[in-house]
């Protein structure tokens, strides 16, 4: 497979699953005090929170009618979330993140488990 090609949906799922799971246990015994002191968590949590929207952005990219079968999945919101946090530098909102992070990341966990449990049952990962 060569770097251009897509993977299969379950793969890119998995990839949201896998950075939601890394943030979780980043922040597991940090508050948002702690977080706004501590610029390695900030980094890390940033990179996987670009690697949920990149995921999310290959997603709408790559599968189109992913986004009408699943109208809940915030995809775009995921990818434009991506995007400030890459071309943000400096100017990266920390409030905003851990907003995210709190408000959002449950929901989407639990989003994209239902939908890998449910859909994505063939060889591709695309819904039979």
């Not at 949590?45 to 670009?50: D, F, G, S, Y």
Request: aromatic residues 8%; proline residues 5%.
């Amino acid at each position: 497979m060569s770097r251009r090609d897509p993977l299969a949906l379950k793969d890119y799922l998995e990839h949201i699953r896998q950075a939601i799971d890394r943030i979780q246990r980043y922040l597991a015994d940090v508050d948002h005090a702690a977080f706004l002191l501590d610029e390695e968590k900030q980094d890390a949590v940033i990179r996987n929170l670009e690697i949920i929207g990149e995921a999310a952005g290959n997603i709408q990219h790559h599968f189109p009618d992913f986004a009408t079968r699943h109208p809940d999945f915030p995809i775009g919101a995921a990818y434009g979330t991506r995007n400030a946090l890459a071309h943000g530098y400096f100017k990266v909102d920390l409030g905003l993140v851990w907003n995210t992070i709190e408000g959002d990341l449950p929901l989407l966990e639990i989003q994209v488990e239902d939908i890998l449990q449910s859909t994505c049952t063939d060889s591709r990962g695309i819904d039979p």
